[in-house]
């Protein structure tokens, strides 16, 4: 990875404008994706760990800190949903 201090939106939007992401709908496709995700972003980062130098791995430390939680939510809310389904059938 290059550090080069330009933003990376212009390339963003230009992959986005090849293959779209389709919006979520609900709360539940909303928790779902935040689950699975972070999920996968979590795992990512603690492969990286162990290869990235100290102050790389205080980044990386942070960043799976906030994925812990976003999975935790995403998981809170998809069980939630799960649970009223099976209630109402």
């Known amino acids: 990875m290059r550090i080069t201090g330009e933003s990376v939106e212009p390339i963003v939007w230009e ?3 090849q293959k779209p992401i389709p919006l979520v709908e609900s709360w539940f496709e909303l928790a779902m994706a935040q ?8 795992w990512q980062l603690q492969d990286m760990k162990t290869v990235h130098s100290s102050l790389n791995r205080s980044i990386i430390d942070k960043i799976i800190k906030e ?4 999975q935790g939510l ?3 809310i998809a069980v939630d ?3 009223q389904a099976n209630m109402t059938t």
Request: no cysteine.
């Open 74 to 76: 995403g998981e809170e």
């Open 81 to 83: 949903y799960a649970n």
């Open 35 to 42: 689950f699975l995700y972070d999920r996968g972003g979590f």
């Open 15 to 17: 992959r986005l404008s």
């Open 67 to 70: 994925e812990r939680g976003h």
